[in-house]
């Protein structure tokens, strides 16, 4: 009973680490969405032109900041060993913000990985 309710403190921890690179991910992917669309102002016929275009462009990140750490959270509390791999991929790709994704990034690696005892 003991080993059960620390499996899910375990991922209790590791689901709440994931909600927040989701919530990262949004804001990396609205901050690019109006990056782009700003940039883009000069060349766009209209404001919803520019916003549109930065929007699609914010896509790849909406999916891979977003969704993967909603699916892999699904997936870990379903007992799917492949949740660590889809957590990961967002995991690397808030590394790359640097200086507090970095750090942020390097913890969502080390808890997701870290041994269970």
């Given at each position: 009973?003991?080993?059960?309710?620390?499996?899910?403190?375990?991922n209790i921890?590791?689901?709440?680490?994931?909600?927040?690179?989701?919530?990262?991910?949004?804001g990396?992917?609205?901050?690019?969405?109006?990056?782009?669309?700003?940039?883009?102002?000069?060349?766009?016929?209209?404001?919803?032109?520019?916003?549109?275009?930065?929007?699609?462009?914010?896509?790849?990140?909406?999916?891979?900041?977003?969704?993967?750490?909603?699916?892999?959270?699904?997936?870990?509390?379903?007992?799917?060993?492949?949740?660590?791999?889809?957590?990961?991929?967002?995991?690397?790709?808030?590394?790359?913000?640097?200086?507090i994704?970095?750090?942020?990034?390097a913890?969502?690696?080390?808890?997701?990985?870290?041994?269970?005892?």
């Amino acid at each position: 009973m003991k080993e059960n309710n620390k499996t899910i403190f375990k991922n209790i921890i590791r689901a709440i680490l994931l909600v927040v690179l989701a919530i990262i991910g949004t804001g990396v992917s609205i901050a690019v969405a109006i990056g782009i669309g700003t940039i883009g102002m000069g060349s766009c016929i209209s404001e919803a032109e520019c916003l549109t275009l930065g929007t699609l462009y914010a896509l790849p990140f909406i999916l891979t900041l977003i969704i993967l750490p909603i699916v892999s959270i699904i997936g870990m509390f379903n007992g799917n060993k492949y949740f660590r791999i889809l957590a990961t991929i967002p995991s690397v790709i808030i590394l790359l913000i640097f200086p507090i994704g970095t750090v942020m990034g390097a913890i969502f690696i080390w808890r997701i990985y870290k041994k269970q005892k």
